[in-house]
């Protein structure tokens, strides 16, 4: 019988306590059945398949002894301990144990034979083990044959359950095992069966080699990972395909209405530019739905791409439909969609949740009509109620924004006998390897190039103890006729204690700079209300805007040369990069002041030089993804997106590589395989894996 050390119980369990039961705790961990517990591989492993004798114990190692005790007492001093010492006729060893139970004791009597595991340390007396494993040598089982897995695991679900299910369902599913990878690929690839794969991670032979186990190197876990990345990119191929036998309205135009505008701009588009609106030209004259992403940093100039787009369709003879996540920003890309079509017959619609209930109606008539224009909104642009009966195009700016029920939702709407064609446009630099994992359903335009005469922005960083001489600094700028960002603190879980944050710094610079206008923007203000306070700032009756992220997205006053971030600590890398982005848009020199309170912590400094040595988004972007992981960095714990769990994008490129080049080959000739292989590997979560 195995000693475990008494867990800390609470006093009183309250009334209703939740339902506890090993399917519960089982399903905490997603197991629901067999299929599931045979893809719960361990984390690490330990090697009891062998007893070392304990003259030959060295620090560092971690290990398994049997031995008898020798000596064995309770000590109070310094604390409360149980040390016991440990003969085998060569050598000894002392166990040391801080939390024990009376078994604990009764077990480790003078005379016994007990088993110990653990990692021996050197102490002051001699090696010792502290708060081993031990087993009662007298009943312990004969010495197992293959390494003892560890999993990951939940509060009340000791290792030995799990163990004990996987053995079962490793030896009940020989139908749970078969393998979903068709010989001729398998062995192509080299790759090992699935089975055999399964059984190893579960219980490897003691001569496996453990680094390349627990590296993940090892030819077992290759084919673990590569499975896994098959089934996503199976589920993203199966998904584009469903989606180039669907149907959307060709577009045909002469570009008239884009020539016209492009004649009146005051810049020449940038090569990347110019290749984007031919990309997505070429996709809106098909047949079939277009689904791209434009992916530029910020500040590449999306918008003008997207507007010609617009009027692409829009000459064709249909309706368009431009989504923002914010009505700031809508409102600002109704403006300037405004100044760009000013003298074109090109009907614009205003569409936002909060809008007064005769434009509201306006609208709705205008919109319902048919007529050829572009809608811009926010995503009220698809509640109850809209109608866009000749909707060609959905444009969706910042798209990581939108959640996937969200984008769920556009699908949904989209159930015509035609879909409209969606330009996507995001401002997060994915690295090439997420983008090839998690987009492998778009197609993808890229503006990896600046508009030019942009002038860096000067990073630097200041702890809050400088914060009089940034008060100085800004009264210099604003003297100059140029605007200021401050933005305040986040503090995520309370909107409250942000606006509270928002107001003290507002009152606080008005104080400390009576001559000049500031104004607040916070995430409570009606939507009317912060665009009157946008509209001042454009307008420059503003010096200083003090807000909370929402400057975030995509704000454009080229006039503001100064941003302040005051505990940049707290924000994450490409908020930072997106916040940053925010100056430095017109032809003035900027600056961005990253503002941090004392101590910082590793990775929060970690965080800042990278923002402090970095101005390219997708450099940015790939350091994140080094100090976060890819998780996080997609925000998939919002988004409901399926991680991956075993294969890391960083290392197992190549892996990646090969599962991107079979899937095509899998779904064409193998569809019942690869029906299976995503089965086992996404099962219920397709549906929302493919948004
Ligand atoms: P983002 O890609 O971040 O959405 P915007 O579309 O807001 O960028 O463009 C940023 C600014 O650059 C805008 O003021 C826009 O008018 C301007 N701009 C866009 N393209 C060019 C260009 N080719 N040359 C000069 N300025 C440009
Ligand atoms: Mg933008």
């Given at each position: ?45 330990e090697d009891r398949t062998r007893l070392t004798p304990l003259a030959e114990l060295k620090a560092g190692d971690t290990t398994q002894v049997e031995a008898e005790v020798a000596t064995s ?10 040390i016991c010492h440990l003969i085998d006729g060569f050598g000894k060893l002392t166990l040391r144990f ?9 077990m480790l009597?003078p005379g016994r034979r007990v088993r110990a595991y653990g990692e021996v340390r050197q102490g002051y007396h001699g090696l010792e083990m502290v708060h081993p494993t031990i087993r009662d040598a007298a009943?312990a089982?004969p010495l197992p ?61 003691p001569e496996?080699?453990l ?481």
């Amino acid at each position: 019988m195995a000693a475990r050390a008494p867990s800390k119980k609470g006093a009183a369990r309250p009334a209703a306590a939740p339902r506890n039961t090993l399917r519960d705790k089982l399903a905490r961990l997603g197991l629901k059945g067999d299929a599931e517990l045979l893809l719960h591989l361990p984390l690490r492993y330990e090697d009891r398949t062998r007893l070392t004798p304990l003259a030959e114990l060295k620090a560092g190692d971690t290990t398994q002894v049997e031995a008898e005790v020798a000596t064995s007492e309770v000590t109070y001093r310094p604390r409360r301990a149980l040390i016991c010492h440990l003969i085998d006729g060569f050598g000894k060893l002392t166990l040391r144990f801080f939390n024990f139970y009376p078994n604990h004791v009764a077990m480790l009597a003078p005379g016994r034979r007990v088993r110990a595991y653990g990692e021996v340390r050197q102490g002051y007396h001699g090696l010792e083990m502290v708060h081993p494993t031990i087993r009662d040598a007298a009943c312990a089982e004969p010495l197992p044959l293959a390494l003892t897995p560890v999993y990951p695991t939940t509060a009340g679900l000791p290792q030995e359950t799990l163990r004990r299910l996987v053995r079962r369902a490793l030896d009940a599913a020989a139908e749970t095992l078969a393998d979903t990878l068709p010989e001729v690929l398998r062995q192509r690839l080299g790759l090992w069966d699935f089975a055999t794969s399964l059984r190893t991670l579960h219980a490897p032979p003691p001569e496996a080699a453990l680094e390349t186990l627990e590296s993940r190197q090892h030819p077992a876990w290759q084919r673990l990972k590569f499975d896994e990345l098959l089934a996503q990119q199976l589920s993203l191929k199966a998904h584009r395909r469903a989606r180039q036998a669907r149907r959307a309205q060709p577009l045909a135009a002469a570009g008239t209405l884009a020539r016209t505008l492009l004649g009146k701009l005051p810049f020449r588009l940038t090569e990347a530019q110019r290749q984007a609106v031919l990309e997505i030209r070429r996709d809106l004259e098909l047949a079939r739905p277009m689904h791209r992403l434009l992916q530029g940093d910020v500040g590449s100039g999306k918008t003008i791409v997207a507007a010609l787009a617009a009027l692409h369709a829009v000459e064709a003879g249909f309706q368009v439909a431009f989504m923002a996540p914010t009505e700031i920003l809508a409102e600002q890309h109704y403006r300037k969609l405004a100044e760009w079509l000013k003298d074109q017959p090109v009907p614009l619609i205003w569409l936002v949740g909060a809008q007064g209930a005769s434009a509201r109606r306006d609208a709705l008539a205008a919109g319902g009509s048919g007529a050829p224009a572009v809608v811009v909104g926010t995503h009220a642009l698809f509640q109850e109620g809209v109608s866009l009966p000749r909707l060609a195009l959905l444009i969706i700016d910042e798209q990581h924004r939108f959640g996937v029920t969200q984008r769920l939702a556009l699908r949904g709407r989209s159930g015509g006998e035609l879909e409209p064609h969606q330009l996507m446009m995001s401002a997060t630099p994915i690295p090439r390897t997420l983008a090839m994992s998690y987009y492998a359903d778009l197609d993808v335009s890229v503006l990896d190039q600046m508009p030019p005469g942009r002038r860096p922005v000067v990073t630097k960083l200041a702890s809050q103890r400088r914060r009089p001489e940034l008060i100085a600094r800004v009264r210099e700028v604003c003297a100059t006729g140029q605007q200021v960002y401050w933005v305040c603190p986040l503090i995520e879980e309370s909107e409250k204690i942000d606006l509270q944050n928002a107001v003290a710094t507002r009152d606080g610079l008005a104080e400390a700079l009576p001559e000049l206008r500031i104004g607040l923007l916070h995430g409570r203000m009606k939507p009317d209300e912060k665009a009157a306070v946008m509209q001042a700032l454009t307008a420059k009756a503003l010096d200083v805007l003090v807000a909370t992220t929402v400057v975030e997205v995509g704000v454009d006053v080229p006039n503001a040369t100064l941003m302040v971030i005051e505990h940049a600590e707290r924000f994450g890398l490409a908020q930072l990069h997106q916040l940053r982005g925010r100056v430095g848009r017109g032809g003035e020199a900027s600056a961005c002041v990253l503002l941090y309170d004392e101590p910082l912590g590793q990775v929060a400094k970690a965080r800042l030089k990278v923002i402090f040595e970095h101005h390219d988004g997708f450099e940015i972007a790939r350091q994140d993804l080094l100090i976060r992981g890819p998780g996080e960095f997609l925000g998939a714990r919002q988004s409901g997106l399926p991680l991956l769990r075993f294969a890391d994008l960083e290392t197992d490129l190549a892996l990646m590589e090969a599962a991107r080049q079979v899937a095509d080959e899998v779904l064409q000739d193998f569809p019942l395989a690869a029906e299976q292989h995503v089965a086992r590997w996404l099962g219920a979560r397709q549906e929302f894996f493919k948004a």
